[in-house]
């Protein structure tokens, strides 16, 4: 396996994440928000962005998966649900990375079926080359292309997600 050398740097991870912050806190302002955690890819961005937003949050994590190493299974297991109620709420979710856009769009339909006041998507990544799902993604930080990243709580295999920058990663089939 072989990982390319920064593909975002920090500075531009958190040039990033004060800029989504700042819209985040501007557009809610006087309002409160319940910041969700989609576990385990968003562990960094959500804690970076929360730190930085400028209104009222409540914090809740949910645990969800559809990846076996690169591969989307399609299939969308929720493993830990959020545990605040969210009816009448002001609700964003907090994403790693959109690809296909299946695992957003069962969390938030499952989400929306508990009548939050409303719901939004706040995503560092978005690669759009296979996306599936109609999807609308309010916060965006990255587009990026066709390729497969880790780092920043992203993972390959359930590793490099400790990197503090993006990286590409491409499996070395000479070697592996
Ligand atoms: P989707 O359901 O295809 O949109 O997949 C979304 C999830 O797949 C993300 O939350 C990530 O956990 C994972 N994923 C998709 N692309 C990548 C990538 O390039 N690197 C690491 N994880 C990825
Ligand atoms: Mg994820």
Redesign the pocket.
């Known amino acids: 396996m072989i990982i390319s050398k920064p593909y975002l740097t920090v500075e531009q991870i958190q040039h990033k994440v004060k800029e989504l912050a700042g819209r985040i806190s501007a557009d809610y302002r006087g309002k409160e928000i319940l910041a969700v955690g989609?576990l385990k890819?968003?562990f960094m961005f959500f804690t970076d962005m929360v730190k930085l937003i400028q209104v009222p949050v409540e914090i809740d994590f949910l645990v969800?998966?559809?990846?076996i190493k690169?591969r989307?299974t399609g299939e969308?297991k929720i493993h830990a649900d959020i545990r605040e109620e969210i009816k009448g709420k002001h609700v964003i979710l907090f994403?790693?990375?959109?690809?296909?856009?299946?695992?957003?769009k069962f969390i938030k339909d499952t989400l929306l079926s508990r009548d939050p006041a409303s719901l939004k998507i706040c995503t560092f990544?978005d690669?759009k080359a296979?996306r599936?799902?109609d999807l609308d993604l309010e916060y965006v930080g990255y587009e990026i292309p066709d390729?497969?990243?880790?780092g920043y709580g992203?993972?390959?295999d359930n590793k490099f997600r400790n990197l503090p920058y993006i990286a590409v990663?491409k499996e070395d089939s000479a070697h592996s």
């Open positions: 989609i890819g968003a969800a998966s559809s990846y690169t989307t969308v994403e790693d990375i959109v690809d296909t856009g299946i695992t957003l990544l690669k296979h599936q799902a390729e497969y990243v880790v992203l993972d390959y990663f």
